[in-house]
């Protein structure tokens, strides 16, 4: 009972924040790091858990659909980075969130659940479940404490991501007709014997696969993104940001890449066009993130990038494990999902240090701030740390993923390779251009600001350093989780 304790006690402790507000922050920070206790606890002890019977209790006509959950490596990465995010996010949530704290925090800890959910579903049913439930939190933290039109836009989040949901579930249908079952393993070792999913098993891809892209704000169906981002509060941002867009890549790895299409071995177009799209989202985002002058569009367009160079990076693996060259997949697959954990951190640190500077500031455009290293130093050089990290600048964590997915291409032997090598590459230079010129405006520029010094919060200050301090940690020592990772490769 480890495993499904980890993932449901936040949402069951959120009730008592609805009935004490005061203490809704002090019952967010102890769920989430219980759940990180209890998440350690299981990978020591319980990795799996497993309900046979779950539907036909309340829904006898059914056929029975298991309740399946499993801890691999790289579900156990993905829920860690979440897991110490959704702590930093709800203690700088104490300085930031002024109405409505218990209700905050009531979603703040449901949507805890529904991503720890996503990444450990083992059954497609409850995937979808839980796929579908971050939506609801998501919503209301948007709509409720968001900026300027947030209902708005967080109607539009609703919407677009409705429609993607749409192309998972009819997916989802063609696989319970194929084969009668949701289980994943079971799905993975009957999909190559089965004549009638040789027929089928494109579209389903290309269905559940359009679904996740919209969920990860891959271009062309990214205009949901930037402005739920830059009109969410920041700490949910920062989750936004860092994690719930990061679902989108890390189902298209774990669903449509090696359940759906490994098992069949095709050749290497499909995940060789899916490359190209993640190539085209990274320098779409950087090219869009150089522009812009707003505070919290310019990470926004940032995760575009960053995504898509995930999306790549996954991509690239995929194709060199159908060419046959395991050890250039294992390299890409491997910079890609530590690429995805430091940039949730690096991502939700960047957002959160904005956040903060909008907060005491008032403004939005970094060309009427400036030096914030010295006017507010702990959020001035936290800023410098999340900046540099999405930079790709050694030796922060980002830079060890990208130089991976680098090598990796370079070495796959796919068509193209050297092309895609060298299109990394710029890409993490566009990445360094618009980060240098954030740095630049928000903790420098001395024209554009007074020398005042400005106070700033301890709560979302003291979340910045550590996550500041953790950044650092992962950066100097980043192969600390890449066995994780491989282990389940």
């Not at 309740?67 to 579900?75: H, N, P, R, T, V």
């Not at 774990?254 to 177009?269: A, G, K, V, Y």
């Not at 997915?405 to 370079?410: G, K, N, T």
Request: proline residues 4%; positive net charge; charged residues 10%.
């Amino acid at each position: 009972m480890l495993l499904p304790l980890a993932i449901f006690l936040p949402s069951i402790l959120s009730v008592f924040s609805l009935f004490n507000g005061r203490k809704a922050a002090i019952t967010s920070v102890i769920s989430g790091a219980a759940s990180l206790i209890l998440l350690l606890l299981s990978w020591i002890f319980e990795k799996e858990f497993l309900i046979s019977g779950w539907i036909p209790k309340f829904l006898p006509w059914v056929q029975p659909i298991e309740f399946s959950l499993k801890l691999d490596g790289i579900s156990f990465v993905m829920c860690l980075a979440t897991q110490i995010l959704f702590i930093a996010s709800a203690f700088y949530s104490i300085g930031y969130i002024e109405k409505k704290r218990g209700e905050y925090y009531f979603f703040l800890m449901m949507l805890l659940t529904a991503l720890l959910g996503v990444f450990t579903a083992s059954n497609l049913l409850v995937f979808y479940i839980f796929w579908e439930f971050m939506l609801i939190p998501s919503y209301f933290l948007i709509a409720w404490w968001g900026y300027g039109e947030a209902e708005k836009y967080a109607f539009k989040f609703f919407i677009f991501t409705h429609v993607g949901s749409l192309m998972i579930v009819l997916g989802l249908g063609i696989i319970y007709n194929t084969f009668g079952t949701l289980s994943m393993d079971s799905i993975y070792r009957a999909a190559p014997l089965n004549a009638s999913w040789r027929d089928t098993w494109l579209l389903v891809f290309s269905l559940m696969t359009f679904g996740f892209l919209v969920k990860a704000g891959m271009f062309p169906v990214h205009s949901w993104l930037p402005d739920a981002h830059s009109e969410a509060p920041a700490p949910f941002s920062a989750m936004l940001s860092g994690i719930l867009v990061a679902t989108g890549i890390y189902a298209i790895y774990r669903i449509s890449f090696r359940l759906i299409l490994l098992p069949m071995s095709p050749d290497l177009t499909t995940p060789a066009y899916l490359a190209w799209l993640g190539i085209i989202s990274s320098y779409f985002g950087a090219f869009v993130a150089m522009r812009h002058t707003d505070i919290k569009r310019i990470p926004a367009y940032s995760s575009i990038s960053q995504l898509g160079y995930s999306l790549a990076g996954i991509s690239i693996g995929t194709a060199a494990m159908l060419n046959g060259n395991m050890s250039a997949a294992l390299l890409a697959y491997s910079g890609a999902f530590l690429h995805l954990f430091a940039h949730a951190w690096s991502k939700g640190l960047l957002f959160l240090t904005a956040g903060s500077i909008m907060h005491i500031l008032g403004r939005r455009n970094i060309e009427e701030m400036g030096m914030m290293l010295k006017r507010m130093p702990l959020t001035g050089g936290s800023t410098v740390v999340a900046a540099m990290s999405i930079a790709g600048a050694p030796p922060l964590p980002i830079f060890w993923g990208e130089a991976m997915m680098i090598i990796a291409a370079a070495s796959s032997g796919i068509q193209y390779s050297t092309i895609f090598a060298l299109l990394f590459a710029g890409a993490t230079l566009l990445s360094a251009a618009y980060s240098l010129r954030y740095i630049y405006y928000v903790t420098w520029n001395p024209g554009a600001a007074s020398m005042e010094k400005l106070r700033e919060n301890r709560y979302m200050a003291a979340a910045e350093v550590v996550l500041s301090a953790l950044t650092v940690a992962l950066g100097a020592v980043p192969f600390i989780i890449l066995p994780f990772i491989s282990s389940s490769l």
